[in-house]
């Protein structure tokens, strides 16, 4: 190993590092514990409206393709019960890289992602860190890429808290975190059922909206469930736009009905277009050229039009992304086209954004205009695999990413439910029950 720390010596700071913390807290009160990576200044800021959740950080340029997920469904959600022998998967790739070493360490967060300020030691048996090692070369050029397989909890750490968390990835020398993912941990309590209402005419642009209702049937340690419980509503696994229930209703006895007020409601036409890349040498529905010959390979979509689907069919959105794992995968040079109506035409910025950028609005994914094609024009280097993409405007610091959206709906729209209870000894949050459905 080029490091000049051995993995036995890893691990053997790791173990003794809760001893130092501990004699730490006598004297300082811990002080460290407390420090929350929001503060750290080279942190991107966020757009109002981001999906990201409070406190996450974007990956580095060189890190692509992360995936987290429950056990090996890469279309599970990235959440286990507590106690229950589940796992979490973490895959991702460095482009350019050589085999090396990562720390990892998670954070406890409260249900609307601030931190809980809890010690490791109340969420946490085990390690305080743990190491990813191992990264699998793969077996294509340009780019090259080191392919990283992380499973957790495990021997070294696990978990003894349920909530909200989020995963940190750290560079191994310096400590410093790349990213991180938001994570759930629920302890599978109490009854829920949501039901999802249609409304119609609620507003002059969207046709349709959702809104939830929950009806929860509470443990008997819930003493006064409006003070002790909260319900949070998410469309597509957009954890940062998260909703808290603003109505509830106690007319029936040991149950906790919560709803979304009416001007709460989500817009239930928030539309995906889906881009085939399993193979990108045999082109899909949306390629219309395949250009093998540069470096990256390059991939042409036929041009997309605002308000305009010739095709449209009802289909399951992959708003989290599947990117192959095989060593043999390539990256690719993907070239968007959109083409605006008149009435749609901006002088605001346009950007193309997908779990392949995770979501973000990012720079490198800035449209420019072509005149000669009176379209705009966008790129993104992206891994073989199935996706979904959105074109969004960015206008006074908030996203919007529905403007440029088809006008047939045909995205399935994704819910999930979370009701967490606020633990009055911890003064934190737990997470009782996690359900997630699909509208119809």
Known sequence: MRDSLSCERMQYILKITPLICTLLFAL?????????????????????????????????????????????????????????????????????????????????????????????DFYLRGYREDLIE??????????????????????NMQLRLSGNYLLEVLDYESSRVLFSLPFFVHENTGNLDVELEEIYGLDARYGVHHQPFSRFRYPSFVVSPVTDLDVYFVQNRFWGRARKADEYDMSESGVYRTYLSRPE?????????????????????????????????QVWLFRDVVNLDVNPRRRT??????????????????????ELPEREVTDLPIYVYGPFNNW?????????????????????????????????????????????????????QEYTTLVYFRDPGLQADRLLLLDSDRAR
């Open 317 to 338: 959105s992959v708003t989290h992304g599947f990117p192959r794992d095989d060593h043999r995968a390539r990256y690719v040079d993907v070239r968007f086209e959109l």
């Open 360 to 412: 973000t609005i990012n720079e490198a994914n800035r449209m420019e205009y072509q005149s000669a094609t009176d379209s705009w024009v966008g790129r993104a280097i992206i891994k073989e695999g199935q996706y979904d993409y959105k074109y969004a405007l960015v206008d006074r610091g908030r996203i919007d990413d529905l403007r440029l959206d088809a006008s047939f709906s045909s995205t399935a």
């Open 265 to 297: 409601s989500f817009i239930g036409v928030y539309e995906f277009r889906p881009l085939d890349l399993r193979r990108f040498d045999a082109a899909g529905p949306e390629v219309v050229e395949v250009r093998s010959g540069t470096i990256p390979p």
């Open 134 to 155: 191992g990264g699998r070369p793969s077996s294509v050029q340009d780019p090259h890429y080191m392919h990283y397989h992380y499973r957790f909890p495990n021997e």
């Open 28 to 120: 300082t009160n811990c002080s460290v514990e407390r420090v929350t990576y929001s503060e750290r200044t080279d942190e991107p800021s966020q757009l109002e409206n981001s999906p990201m959740v409070q406190g996450q950080v974007l990956p580095p340029d060189q890190i692509r393709s992360i995936q987290l997920y429950e056990g090996d469904r890469k279309q599970a959600l990235p959440s286990i019960r507590l106690g229950g022998g589940d796992f979490l998967t973490l895959r991702f790739d460095e482009l350019g890289g050589t085999s090396r070493l990562y720390r990892v360490r998670v954070r406890h967060r409260n249900a609307d992602w601030s931190d809980s300020r809890l010690l490791s």
